[in-house]
T-cell receptor, first 114, second 113 residues
Framework: AQSVTQLGSHVSVSEGALVLLRCNYS??????LFWYVQYPNQGLQLLLK??????LVKGINGFEAEFKKSETSFHLTKPSAHMSDAAEYFCAVSDPGPASKLTFGTGTRLQVTL | KAGVTQTPRYLIKTRGQQVTLSCSPI?????VSWYQQTPGQGLQFLFEYFSETQRNKGNFPGRFSGRQFSNSRSEMNVSTLELGDSALYLC????????????FGPGTRLLVL
């Protein structure tokens, strides 16, 4: 079965600092991996998606993630944090097959301070 | 193109009642999935519908059911509500569900008293 582990339920960074949110996955087949962001009282918004086309995936709002098969990781980064990045971030893996479902990590709440 | 819409946005029910939530997918999307989000359990998959058929199901009791209509709109029903059913229920749509990107609605927040 697919699974995702997000290390760190809370991460705090200063505005302008590097953002690094960690995600490790477990999958028996080449995975499809996603990062979603959730702002308070809202649904999930897709940041980026890995589908094996390229190991470095660029997403919206300056975020990117690198797929490392040897480390089974898909960490999310942003060079310079902005106050508007404060939100909860979820890493997810998609089941293979015709009826895909997403298995989510427990989420990481990002706090951005002045 | 309009996004995924969910109605109602907020609901308050009492234990033992039943509730129906509605989801309208993005135009052209045929797959609709439902997820439950709670502080304790996180985001959990409920079920997925494609072409009016349930194609995948998570580990939830039979009190949770759903259906999909010919226009791809979907409804989710919870019968005999329990306090633990209080959650944010999220609907997501995709073109055909084959590891396609799922686009989420704003959710319905259900409070069971």
């Amino acid at each position: 079965a697919q699974s995702v582990t997000q290390l760190g339920s809370h991460v705090s960074v200063s505005e302008g600092a590097l953002v690094l949110l960690r995600c490790n996955y477990s999958s028996s087949v080449p995975p499809y991996l996603f990062w979603y962001v959730q702002y308070p009282n809202q649904g999930l918004q897709l940041l980026l998606k890995y589908t094996s086309a390229a190991t470095l995936v660029k997403g919206i709002n300056g975020f990117e993630a690198e797929f490392k098969k040897s480390e089974t990781s898909f960490h999310l980064t942003k060079p310079s944090a902005h106050m508007s990045d404060a939100a909860e971030y979820f890493c997810a893996v998609s089941d293979p097959g015709p009826a895909s479902k997403l298995t989510f990590g427990t989420g990481t709440r990002l706090q951005v301070t002045l | 193109k309009a996004g995924v819409t969910q109605t109602p946005r907020y609901l308050i029910k009492t234990r033992g009642q039943q509730v129906t939530l509605s989801c309208s997918p993005i135009s052209g999307h045929r797959s609709v999935s439902w997820y439950q989000q709670t502080p304790g359990q996180g985001l959990q998959f409920l079920f997925e519908y494609f072409s009016e058929t349930q194609r995948n199901k998570g580990n939830f009791p039979g009190r949770f059911s759903g259906r999909q209509f010919s226009n791809s709109r979907s409804e989710m029903n919870v019968s005999t509500l329990e306090l633990g059913d209080s959650a944010l229920y999220l609907c997501a749509s995709s073109l055909d569900g084959l590891q396609e990107t799922q686009y989420f609605g704003p959710g319905t927040r259900l409070l069971v008293l």
